[in-house]
């Protein structure tokens, strides 16, 4: 069985559609945000993080045991990568009260990186699994060099924010092309191509009076 990566997303109107952030980091980004992006804030408590790191790319999905300042953790490291890659993609978004990343956010990215990361093992089926329970700085720590393999590696360059109108979801492109302009083709691509496709009509429409 093949499995894809990614998570999946609701628009506004509830309409589910599969996101493919390019990596692990770029994941956390998808549970809210700073400034005017925390009122899609989903990190509440301890569950919450569970559920997300159920959806993410990592695989197996560990056993974790997390807490309060886990969750805290979680939103400074998300927030500090945001900055980050805001700075990278567009200068940042003052308008909704989210800056460009400073040293400082880079500091949060490392010093959780510094911690000890989830830990690889051979389970009793000779599958892979994880040593655990793991803690939540664990799964932090994961995340973090994620992002630092992110953003120093091949790809740091095809960091991007998607094209479409009012959409600040990131991605890394590691297609080969590197072609890639949306959060989703089911998303924000094929608005896009309903769009071109209503303004193509409407200046194929004959005036009235021709014909």
Known sequence: MVVVPGIVMR??????YH???G???LELLTTGGPGAFGRYEILQEPGDLAAWAERSRITPTPVLRLTEPDVDLARRVRDALFRTVVARTCGGLPEFGVPAGTRADLDVLNEAAARPPLVP???EAEERAWAGPATGAQLLSTVARDAVDLLTG???ERVRMCAGERCYLVYADVSRPGRRRWCSMEHCGNRHKV???RARRSEEKPEEGEG
């Open 23 to 25: 990596a692990l980091c």
């Open 19 to 21: 996101f493919d952030a």
């Open 154 to 156: 091949p790809y740091a």
């Open 195 to 197: 769009r071109a496709l």
């Open 11 to 16: 628009s506004a109107a509830g309409n589910a």
């Open 121 to 123: 093992v051979i389970g």
